[in-house]
């Protein structure tokens, strides 16, 4: 691969610490002014494609790509950036009471009564003196005007529990008083009479006992068998493979719960009007899913039910689904109440009370030719999905999807199932089961590579998949891979080869006692290869039907409206971008309307990496069309197909309103012909493309204290188009940072089914003294089966799922230990040294 | 999490309405303004300032003093808002977020770098994260990035993983004076 860089460095970059250097094809140095022009360039350099090598890649400075060009390959600024720096941007804890023009000035604030205990019998509910119980607004389940439960895949989840409790903090009743702390109050005076039953809080304890020939009703928790989903994918035969081979290579891999810890806690504030209508203004991802949620809960028609976006200050998947049942819950406070009502959660509330990632355990057993040829894979994959489905099925069709890796190999098993415990729901959490999966396949492969005597390199090289061959349910790679060169790239950026030698060599002095000073320090560098599906599983798209409006209003401005939200990052300014470069507008001439159910079709969840790909793919197209209309409308100031200026598009606009009255045009998605999946068998086109990566982490393992710090990591990736060089960077680093708290910090203590630790003084999240410098690198590939703006791919998730594994397999080198557990505390270290140390007598 | 208007029975505007104990006149300095509320001794500094006078670009993220969301300047040094009781406030020079830009049509050089480095993303952490950085960056003016990493740590975002924090600052030490929104740099 030869990567030759474009534009000259600008002075600021070479100043920067950040190390962050991306690929990107815009020049550097243009301003507002010379935006169309570029839009114009770029839109020629896009259609027309060009060679569609690797090699004709092109790699620039990320900070050199801070360019005020609202064009695709740019990097504007942030939309909303100003009112964030100013502090002027509302999240839903700003709103005052009479924000949305509810004229009330005086909200009832809720708070939630929930078990205490994992399942039990609610058999009466006492309310003890302290309080003036006649100010309290009391909800209960029989408040509930239609049905009992949050809308998602299975409607089994209630909103307020009424009899049957199935996990510790699950909603029972809401309090609601003007004063916050009179409901506060209140909140510890109520008496719950619960009779407790024996929970289930082990995912393959609730498996093997759903399944028991003499199961008992404390046996089955949930359905049938206390399986949420279970799927297998088959590939070749994977019995008869392996007589064929020369070594079998077995592990256990787990990973733990994670929180997502968006830093502005959960919140809805709620009102209805006199005609019934319920409205909803909070911090969510999914707007769509609000409104489905609650036009079940209150029995009211879409019409009736309106979900509105506020400034959302961090999801990562936690605000996909649970911010439906706060708006119920807040909801229905504000119809009994008769006013306007608010339920914001405090850190611990939001920490022990909502979804987390899905603990798994993964087993798997593979075999291989001497030569280091991968024969087959086995693989079993089990999540712990909690007490209700809420997403689990699809959160286990990734993470099955993902779990046989990058790697070609002719005979492949995958077993997925997603059990249910009395755990909390666990529920979506940016990578969506793959971060799981691919943890426990990128330690097996180092774990191969020892036994079989070869290094994790060669063993990955040798195996890596390439266009042309297939993926675990036999979709055949059409769009152009190269693995390798991903690999090699990270190699070279991290000088892998030299560290891995030389940390071998240091490492065996210093347990020799040659260590010197550093006779307590080990240090070791690790790498993950892996890929990431971009946009829904399988028939997702299909069934989502996403739709994206673009219209023009009398004064020419341009809307853009999808219920795809800005969760920080960054939305409003991609499809500023897109509808910017294809309408040839200045950014001002586009607002993109915030997500309001009243005002915006449903473009689908903000989730699965889809907003570009997918959602982009529809403002570009809607915008493609506007253009067409105007220009082919031939009315007023005549609108040339290329090249015009904003004010004549405003004139061709006024004068098309004058004839037609509207101009608006409404895209919905189209699936590709050649994307073919097969949901019952798991076979086919499991994703229309794939985010490619290869990730190298440098850890020191401190033998004194038993920390783990992360030195150095360099993330290398294929994400297509890169739209925004700057949030792209910004996406991939915020990742790695996750990903380094979910390998080395970030463990939920569990007593009993509830969550011991919901502070972020106990629940650890890293820091800036905690994070090491992220090198990140795009590596562009003009890729022409690609449908996103561009040939833009999926980008979001994709960090999650590599960073765990390369920092683990550095750790592995570090210490020689097998350690297939995150998170890896200090203590879990300490405890594995001490294993090895009985184990080697 | 605001409770009752300031117009309320309680004549207090701060969580306080079942306190028992007298309430006192918190006399400060915010923003430049000589302000005054009345308050219970104990109320925190973050509710008095998103509540009282409503100024909510001060976020509360953890209400123990871990994340920093609710970071202000008190008489010039960084503290914790949810952390200081109104009381400690008494007679002291509040810096919150709504008082770092020169004017409402300019940004300050921190703020204008987090715009042009990416250092927002959801921006919640901003705030607070800003004024990390402008106490940083007033007793230490050239800080290398191992004394960034340092003046930061004790405010957490869960978004950018630190990173584009880091260019900010130092873009921000490169910049001199206030700009304009959007304006050239």
Redo the contacts between chains.
Sequence with gaps: MRIRPQGKQPR?AE????H?RLAGARPQET??ANAQLDAVAATQALTQGGDSAYDSGVKIDA?AS?LRAYAIGG?P??R????????????V??LPADFYGTGE???V?GVTVRSPVARGRLRAIGFLPGVPWDEIVVVTAADIPGQNHIALLENDQPCLVSGLINHAEEPLLILGH?????AE?ARTLVRLEIDPLPPQLDLDDSLRRGTKPDAGPNDVIWGKDNVFKTFTIEKGDVAAAWAGVDVIVEGDYETGAQE??????QGMLARVRPDGSVEVFGSLQCPYYVHAALMAVFNLPADKVRIVQT??????GGKEEYPSMIAAHTALLARKAGRPAKI?Y??LEDMVATTKRHPSRTHIKTGWRHDGTLVVQDIDFRLDGGAYMTLSPVVLSRGGLHAAGPYACDHVRVRARAAATNMPPHGAFRGFGAPQSVFAIERHMDEAAAKLGMSEIALRKKNLVRDGQTLSTGQVLRERVDMRALLDRALALSGYEAKRARYDEENRRAAQGQGGMHAQRRRGIGVATFMHGAGFTGSGERYLASKVTVDCDATGQVHVRASSTE????TNTIFTQIAAEILGLPPDAITVVRPDTSQVPNSGPTVASRTVMVVGGLVARACQQLKTRLVEAGQGMRLAAAGYRPQQFRAAVQAYLAQHGTLSVTTEYEPPPDVQWDDKAYRGDAYATYAWAAYVAEVEVDLVTYETRVLDFVAVQEVGKVVHP??A??QI??????GVGFALYEKVAWREGRMANG???NYI?????D?P??RVEFIEVENPRLRGPGGAKGIGELPLDGTAPAILNAVAQATGLRLNQIPLLPEDLLAAYARAGLENG | MSTHGHDSHHATTTSSGTFTRPLIELRLRVNGIDTVCVVHPMARLLDVLRESLHLSGTKEGCGEGECGACAVLLNGELVCSCLVPALQAMGTEVTTIEGVAPSLATLDRVQQAFVDCGGAQCGICTPGMILAAKALLTRCPQPTEAEIREGLAGNLCRCTGYTKIFSSVLRACQADGATTEGGER
Excluded at chain 1, 80 to 89: F, H, I, L, N, S
Excluded at chain 1, 311 to 316: A, C, H, N, P, V
Excluded at chain 1, 733 to 738: D, K, L, M, S, T
């Design positions: 600021q100043k920067q610490p950040s962050s301003d507002c900070e801070a990097s600024p942030r909303e950036g100003p009112e964030k720096v100013r502090g002027q941007a509302l999240y804890d700003d000035v005086e909200l604030h003007p004063d916050r702390v009179i109050r997502q810890l968006y830093i502005e806690p400034e959302t200050g961090g999801g990562f914001v405090d850190r969760i920080g990052q960054g700057i949030l960077a910004g680093e915020g990742g790695v940072a996750q502070q972020m003084t999240m890293p820091t800036s003294a994070v410098p992220i």
